[in-house]
């Protein structure tokens, strides 16, 4: 029986508060990008998410060693961790927030497009307009041909591209690999490639702005916390959706701290993006439909956090 204190509300809450803590992340990371590298910024945002992840994978007593069962995909899924949070990191110093979010939301219709050609998972006709209608939402806020397309732009997209590679692949090995090892490798791969940069980009910092790299760490692996306390209290279907709630915050974010003010096609595209978005997770959630559902099944759908600490679901209506 589901805990009486398990409510849809209570999901939603601990969500909505998951997501505005990953928003002020990445706003952190964009004030952190007027000074410092992103290299210096993915290196010690993962060091000091690295303390507090471990201890709650070594609170974990299922986990008995960390050793790959499949470590040519583990390495692949690490390589692609590396090179989503390189290039988002990037994207978010040289991009307005919410039009960097706009870029992002598509990695769900990836997701899905990718589950059927890669893993030959069945995606009907529905969801393949969604996804069709989702990426024109893409072009929409990159306006080709009126707009110069900036190498940010081009980040965001790799950013997307790479992050739903990384989750096909933990769908695919996910069955038989813990998840504890999907976080560790990773985390490690992206401190120590960053460490061989690291000399060439560094800069000394202050301590105030030591603190606010820590805080990197702090708010990634609590935003993850309360992602798992989420899928615990509520339905994956109710709480997929409340991802998009991050362009709200960065839309204040900008406003606020960086005079950044979305134009008129980035809310447009955005809008199309989150609607095919939101209306793949309402197909999936629907169990006539099919008993494939890579976006409810992909607990973490952030570039930067790889999968967390695999959540107990709530046992859903049938």
Same mark, same amino acid.
């Given at each position: 029986m589901p805990n009486a204190q398990n409510t849809p509300a209570r999901g939603l809450g601990f969500a909505f508060a998951a997501f505005a803590v990953f928003a002020?992340?990445?706003?952190?990371?964009k004030t952190l990008g007027v000074n410092f590298?992103?290299?210096?910024?993915?290196?010690?945002?993962m060091l000091f998410a690295f303390v507090p992840m471990s201890v709650l994978m070594l609170a974990d007593r299922q986990v008995d060693n960390f050793r790959p069962r499949h470590p040519w995909l583990i390495l692949l899924r690490?390589?692609?961790?590396?090179?989503?949070?390189?290039?988002?990191?990037?994207?978010?110093?040289?991009?307005?927030?919410? /039009?960097?979010?706009?870029?992002?939301?598509?990695? %769900?219709l990836l997701i899905t497009a990718m589950s059927a050609l890669v893993l030959g998972e069945t995606v009907r006709a529905q969801r393949w307009a969604a996804v069709v209608v989702g990426l024109i939402g893409v072009l929409i806020v990159l306006r080709p041909g009126v707009t110069q397309i900036s190498f940010g732009h081009i980040c965001a997209l790799i950013a997307a591209f790479c992050s739903s590679l990384g989750s096909v692949i933990m769908r695919k090995i996910g069955g038989e690999e813990r998840t504890a090892v999907m976080i560790l490798y990773p985390m490690l791969s992206s401190i120590l490639f960053m460490a061989l940069v690291l000399p060439f980009v560094y800069r000394p910092m202050e301590v105030a702005e030591l603190g606010m790299f820590a805080s990197l760490g702090v708010?990634?692996?609590?935003?993850?916390?309360?992602?798992?306390?989420?899928?615990?209290?509520? %339905?994956?279907?109710?709480?997929?959706?409340?991802?998009?709630?991050?362009?709200?915050?960065?839309?204040?974010?900008?406003?606020?701290?960086?005079? /950044?003010?979305?134009?008129?096609?980035?809310g447009v595209g955005a809008s199309v993006i989150i609607a095919s978005g939101i209306f793949i997770v309402w197909r999936e959630s629907r169990p006539s439909v099919s008993k494939r559902n890579p976006i409810l099944r992909d607990p973490n759908p952030r570039y930067d956090a790889g999968p967390s600490p695999k959540p107990k679901h709530r046992r859903e209506q049938t």
């Open positions: 002020t992340h990445d706003a952190v990371i590298s992103v290299f210096q910024i993915i290196f010690f945002a690490s390589a692609t961790s590396v090179l989503a949070m390189s290039t988002a990191f990037y994207a978010f110093t040289v991009l307005p927030l919410a /039009e960097v979010y706009a870029l992002l939301f598509a990695t %769900p708010l990634s692996v609590g935003a993850q916390v309360m992602i798992i306390a989420a899928y615990r209290a509520a %339905p994956a279907a109710v709480v997929a959706p409340s991802q998009y709630s991050q362009i709200l915050w960065a839309t204040l974010f900008g406003a606020l701290f960086f005079e /950044e003010l979305p134009d008129m096609w980035v």
